[in-house]
Nanobody
C-alpha cells in the first residue's frame, strides 16, 4: 500500500509559478506510475500529468503542455509538478495519485490518492 501527501499549493498571481510536491510512503514506490489530477469547483476531476515508474515517460493534458512539468525522485519517494505561466483557469484542488502499472490519464487506473492541495491563481 502507498500513502501520498501533497504540498506546495497556495495563492499566486496569474503568470506566476508554483511547484507541487507529492511525498509517498510505503513499499515499492518506484514500481508505481504517478499522476496529478485537479478538480475545480463545480467541475469533474481532470487529468493533468503522469509519469512512469522510471521517470522516463511523461504525458500531459493539452492544458498543461508547455507550462507544467512532472518529475520524480525515487530516492526521495517524491513526485513534483512544476507549474509555470499559471492562469486563473488553473485554480483547483490538485491531487497526486499512484498507479501500480503503466502510466495513464484515466483516474480509474489509480489505486491511491492524496487529500489534495489547493492552488488559487488570481487575475
Amino acid at each position: 500500500q502507498v500513502q501520498v501527501v501533497e504540498s506546495g499549493g497556495g495563492l499566486v498571481q496569474a503568470g506566476g509559478s508554483l511547484r507541487l510536491s507529492c511525498a509517498a510512503s510505503g513499499r515499492s514506490f518506484s514500481s508505481y506510475a504517478m499522476g496529478w489530477f485537479r478538480q475545480a469547483p463545480g467541475k469533474e476531476r481532470e487529468f493533468v500529468a503522469t509519469i512512469s515508474w522510471s521517470g522516463g515517460t511523461t504525458y500531459y493534458a493539452d492544458s498543461a503542455k508547455g507550462r507544467f512539468t512532472i518529475s520524480r525522485d525515487n530516492a526521495k519517494n517524491t513526485v513534483y509538478l512544476q507549474m509555470n505561466s499559471l492562469e486563473p483557469e488553473d485554480t483547483a484542488v490538485y491531487y497526486c495519485a499512484a498507479a501500480l502499472g503503466l502510466l495513464s490519464s484515466s483516474s480509474i487506473e489509480y489505486d491511491y490518492w492524496g487529500q489534495g492541495t489547493q492552488v488559487t491563481v488570481s487575475s
